[in-house]
C-alpha cells in the first residue's frame, strides 16, 4: 500500500495548493454577510444546516435552537431533556412523561404538557417528512401509536396498540423534537416562520441556502450560551472551507465530514488550528444490489467483504478519523457488538471462483456528490476498482448529483454504491429492519434483493418482547446474521472530527453530532 500513500499525498499536495489560491479569491467574501455583528462567530458546515419551512425540524439540533424529550449527552448516553422522568405500564403499551417546569419557549410561550400534545398532533397530521437530517413519520418513529393525552400541566401519555419496551431508546433526539405550537401549522405540519424552541439559541436571520444567524436566548432555563451571536454558513466545497478557515473567514467547521482528512492534516501544521473528536452516529457503507448477478449470490457478497481491507481504508483515505467495522450498528449503539476485522483475500478469491465459473463482470459503482466534499469517496472507490478485478468485477465509477444518484438507485441502475448511513435512534431494529426484511424500507428502495428467513422470523417476534435479557440476544443474533449474510457491506464507523481555531475560541469541542456550540467563545 505504500504506492497509495505516495498517491494520497500528492493529491493532497495539489488540492492544497488549488485550496490555498482560492483562499486570495474568497478573501472577504464571508466579511461582506448581511446583518454582521461584530462580535459574531462564523462556522461552517457543508450542507444548509437550516433547510427552512418544509422540513420537519426547520434547523439541525446542531444549533441547539430545539430541545427534545429525551436526548443523549455529549458522548452518546441517553437522557431527559424537556421530559424529566419516565414510567410505562405492566406491558409497556402506555408510557407516562413528567416534563419539566419552568421552560419557556423562544416566543414567550410557556413549555408544558399541553404544547407537548399540539407537537404529537402535528406529526398525526403532516405525514412522511423528508430531511437532509433524518426523515419524520410518526408510525415509524413510534410503531402502534395510538395517541397521546393530557395528564396534567406537566405530564402526558403516550398510548399504544402494542408494547413498547424500546420506546425511550426510540425518542432520543430527532425523534422528539419540541416547538411552540404558534410557530407551526397544524394542517400542514410547516413552519409558519422562524422555527422556535426551548434551546439556548434562537434563529435570528437566515438566508435560505447560504446561512443562518443565531442569538443567545437569555430566557433559556440552563446554562446561558457563551457567545450572543453565531452564525452558521453553508459551504458545500470542501476546498472552500479550508481556504476560509486558513484566512479566518470562519473559525471553525462543524457537522458530519466537517473537513476532508488530508485537509485536517495540513491544518494541524499550522499551530493555530487544533482538532476535537468524538464518536459520532454514523457509518460507512458499501450497497451492493443483490438483484443483479453475480451478487445475488451470497458467497459473491462474502468474497467481496473478506477482500476489502478496511484497516487500510480507514489508515489512507479517511486517515483515521473513524474505526473499521463490519457490523452494520454503529459503535454508538449500546446494542452493538465487537467483530474482528479480517481480510483474507485467498478466501475471497475462491468464493467468487466458485460463483463465477471463469466469466468476469461490468460493474457500475455510484458516488454522490455531497460525498466528495466530506469524504474520500473517489479514492476509495479506486481502490474497489483496483481490488474487485480480482474477483472478476471490472468497475466502471459514476459521481452523480444527489437527485441523479436517487434516480439510478431507486431504480435499480447500479451495482455498488458509497455512502453513509445514520442511526436516528438508538432501537436496532430502526436500522436493521429496513434492511433485513423483504419489505423493508432501505431494501426495497435500493434494490438490495436482501432475503434471510432467520432475520424475518426474528422481526416478527420481537414486537411481544418484554423481557430485555431475551430481546437483547435477538439484537446479537441479527448482527451476527449480518456479519455471516450481509445486506450491506460496513467499512467504518466515524469519528465527528471538527477543526477550529484554538487561538481564537475556546470551549470548542466535538460531539456525537456537532459540536459544544453553546459553549463557544472568542478568548
Given at each position: 500500500?505504500?504506492?497509495?500513500?505516495?498517491?494520497?499525498?500528492?493529491?493532497?499536495?495539489?488540492?492544497?495548493?488549488?485550496?490555498?489560491?482560492?483562499?486570495?479569491?474568497?478573501?472577504?467574501?464571508?466579511?461582506?454577510?448581511?446583518?454582521?455583528?461584530?462580535?459574531?462567530?462564523?462556522?461552517?458546515?457543508?450542507?444548509?444546516?437550516?433547510?427552512?419551512?418544509?422540513?420537519?425540524?426547520?434547523?439541525?439540533?446542531?444549533?441547539?435552537?430545539?430541545?427534545?424529550?429525551?436526548?443523549?449527552?455529549?458522548?452518546?448516553?441517553?437522557?431527559?431533556?424537556?421530559?424529566?422522568?419516565?414510567?410505562?405500564?405492566?406491558?409497556?403499551?402506555?408510557?407516562?412523561?413528567?416534563?419539566?417546569?419552568?421552560?419557556?419557549?423562544?416566543?414567550?410561550?410557556?413549555?408544558?404538557?399541553?404544547?407537548?400534545?399540539?407537537?404529537?398532533?402535528?406529526?398525526?397530521?403532516?405525514?412522511?417528512?423528508?430531511?437532509?437530517?433524518?426523515?419524520?413519520?410518526?408510525?415509524?418513529?413510534?410503531?402502534?401509536?395510538?395517541?397521546?393525552?393530557?395528564?396534567?400541566?406537566?405530564?402526558?401519555?403516550?398510548?399504544?396498540?402494542?408494547?413498547?419496551?424500546?420506546?425511550?431508546?426510540?425518542?432520543?433526539?430527532?425523534?422528539?423534537?419540541?416547538?411552540?405550537?404558534?410557530?407551526?401549522?397544524?394542517?400542514?405540519?410547516?413552519?409558519?416562520?422562524?422555527?422556535?424552541?426551548?434551546?439556548?439559541?434562537?434563529?435570528?436571520?437566515?438566508?435560505?441556502?447560504?446561512?443562518?444567524?443565531?442569538?443567545?436566548?437569555?430566557?433559556?432555563?440552563?446554562?446561558?450560551?457563551?457567545?450572543?451571536?453565531?452564525?452558521?454558513?453553508?459551504?458545500?466545497?470542501?476546498?472552500?472551507?479550508?481556504?476560509?478557515?486558513?484566512?479566518?473567514?470562519?473559525?471553525?467547521?462543524?457537522?458530519?465530514?466537517?473537513?476532508?482528512?488530508?485537509?485536517?492534516?495540513?491544518?494541524?501544521?499550522?499551530?493555530?488550528?487544533?482538532?476535537?473528536?468524538?464518536?459520532?452516529?454514523?457509518?460507512?457503507?458499501?450497497?451492493?444490489?443483490?438483484?443483479?448477478?453475480?451478487?445475488?449470490?451470497?458467497?459473491?457478497?462474502?468474497?467481496?467483504?473478506?477482500?476489502?481491507?478496511?484497516?487500510?481504508?480507514?489508515?489512507?483515505?479517511?486517515?483515521?478519523?473513524?474505526?473499521?467495522?463490519?457490523?452494520?450498528?454503529?459503535?454508538?449503539?449500546?446494542?452493538?457488538?465487537?467483530?474482528?476485522?479480517?481480510?483474507?483475500?485467498?478466501?475471497?478469491?475462491?468464493?467468487?471462483?466458485?460463483?463465477?465459473?471463469?466469466?468476469?463482470?461490468?460493474?457500475?459503482?455510484?458516488?454522490?456528490?455531497?460525498?466528495?466534499?466530506?469524504?474520500?469517496?473517489?479514492?476509495?472507490?479506486?481502490?474497489?476498482?483496483?481490488?474487485?478485478?480480482?474477483?472478476?468485477?471490472?468497475?466502471?465509477?459514476?459521481?452523480?448529483?444527489?437527485?441523479?444518484?436517487?434516480?439510478?438507485?431507486?431504480?435499480?441502475?447500479?451495482?455498488?454504491?458509497?455512502?453513509?448511513?445514520?442511526?436516528?435512534?438508538?432501537?436496532?431494529?430502526?436500522?436493521?429492519?429496513?434492511?433485513?426484511?423483504?419489505?423493508?424500507?432501505?431494501?426495497?428502495?435500493?434494490?438490495?434483493?436482501?432475503?434471510?428467513?432467520?432475520?424475518?422470523?426474528?422481526?416478527?417476534?420481537?414486537?411481544?418482547?418484554?423481557?430485555?435479557?431475551?430481546?437483547?440476544?435477538?439484537?446479537?443474533?441479527?448482527?451476527?446474521?449480518?456479519?455471516?449474510?450481509?445486506?450491506?457491506?460496513?467499512?467504518?464507523?466515524?469519528?465527528n472530527v471538527v477543526v477550529y481555531n484554538q487561538a481564537a475560541l475556546t470551549g470548542y469541542g466535538a460531539t456525537t453530532y456537532g459540536v459544544t456550540i453553546d459553549k463557544i467563545a472568542r478568548r
Amino acid at each position: 500500500m505504500e504506492h497509495v500513500s505516495f498517491f494520497l499525498r500528492k493529491c493532497a499536495a495539489l488540492w492544497v495548493a488549488a485550496a490555498l489560491f482560492l483562499a486570495m479569491l474568497l478573501a472577504g467574501v464571508l466579511s461582506s454577510t448581511e446583518g454582521a455583528h461584530p462580535d459574531e462567530i462564523v462556522l461552517a458546515a457543508a450542507r444548509d444546516l437550516a433547510p427552512g419551512e418544509k422540513d420537519p425540524y426547520y434547523i439541525s439540533s446542531i444549533a441547539k435552537v430545539w430541545e427534545p424529550l429525551i436526548e443523549t449527552d455529549n458522548d452518546g448516553h441517553i437522557r431527559g431533556c424537556l421530559a424529566e422522568s419516565w414510567e410505562s405500564s405492566e406491558d409497556c403499551t402506555r408510557w407516562r412523561f413528567k416534563l419539566r417546569q419552568g421552560i419557556w419557549f423562544q416566543d414567550g410561550e410557556p413549555f408544558n404538557a399541553a404544547a407537548v400534545v399540539q407537537n404529537y398532533l402535528r406529526w398525526e397530521h403532516m405525514g412522511y417528512r423528508s430531511s437532509t437530517f433524518y426523515g419524520f413519520l410518526l408510525s415509524r418513529v413510534y410503531p402502534g401509536y395510538q395517541g397521546i393525552r393530557q395528564v396534567g400541566e406537566y405530564e402526558v401519555e403516550l398510548r399504544f396498540d402494542r408494547p413498547q419496551p424500546m420506546l425511550i431508546y426510540r425518542m432520543i433526539n430527532f425523534s422528539s423534537p419540541i416547538f411552540s405550537p404558534r410557530c407551526f401549522d397544524m394542517d400542514s405540519g410547516d413552519f409558519t416562520g422562524y422555527a422556535v424552541g426551548t434551546g439556548p439559541f434562537a434563529i435570528a436571520d437566515r438566508k435560505p441556502g447560504q446561512w443562518v444567524l443565531l442569538r443567545r436566548f437569555d430566557g433559556y432555563h440552563g446554562e446561558k450560551a457563551k457567545s450572543e451571536y453565531i452564525r452558521l454558513v453553508s459551504m458545500p466545497n470542501t476546498a472552500t472551507r479550508f481556504s476560509a478557515l486558513k484566512a479566518e473567514e470562519i473559525l471553525g467547521v462543524v457537522d458530519i465530514g466537517a473537513m476532508a482528512p488530508s485537509f485536517t492534516i495540513e491544518l494541524l501544521r499550522d499551530p493555530r488550528f487544533a482538532v476535537s473528536a468524538n464518536r459520532n452516529t454514523i457509518n460507512q457503507y458499501l450497497t451492493v444490489n443483490q438483484e443483479h448477478w453475480p451478487f445475488s449470490d451470497v458467497r459473491m457478497i462474502r468474497a467481496i467483504s473478506l477482500l476489502m481491507d478496511r484497516e487500510a481504508i480507514v489508515r489512507y483515505y479517511f486517515h483515521p478519523q473513524s474505526e473499521p467495522t463490519v457490523n452494520m450498528l454503529n459503535f454508538c449503539s449500546p446494542f452493538a457488538k465487537t467483530y474482528p476485522v479480517t481480510r483474507d483475500e485467498a478466501k475471497a478469491i475462491r468464493l467468487a471462483e466458485a460463483v463465477m465459473d471463469g466469466k468476469r463482470y461490468q460493474a457500475k459503482l455510484l458516488i454522490p456528490q455531497y460525498g466528495l466534499s466530506r469524504y474520500s469517496y473517489k479514492e476509495v472507490a479506486e481502490y474497489l476498482q483496483m481490488e474487485l478485478k480480482k474477483l472478476g468485477i471490472d468497475l466502471r465509477i459514476l459521481i452523480l448529483d444527489s437527485a441523479t444518484h436517487g434516480r439510478y438507485t431507486s431504480a435499480g441502475n447500479y451495482d455498488f454504491s458509497l455512502g453513509t448511513h445514520g442511526m436516528a435512534n438508538y432501537a436496532p431494529e430502526s436500522l436493521l429492519q429496513g434492511y433485513m426484511t423483504a419489505e423493508g424500507m432501505e431494501n426495497k428502495l435500493y434494490h438490495i434483493g436482501y432475503r434471510n428467513e432467520e432475520a424475518e422470523e426474528i422481526f416478527r417476534r420481537l414486537p411481544g418482547m418484554l423481557d430485555m435479557g431475551e430481546r437483547r440476544a435477538l439484537y446479537d443474533r441479527l448482527q451476527d446474521i449480518a456479519v455471516e449474510a450481509p445486506p450491506i457491506l460496513p467499512i467504518d464507523s466515524d469519528y465527528n472530527v471538527v477543526v477550529y481555531n484554538q487561538a481564537a475560541l475556546t470551549g470548542y469541542g466535538a460531539t456525537t453530532y456537532g459540536v459544544t456550540i453553546d459553549k463557544i467563545a472568542r478568548r
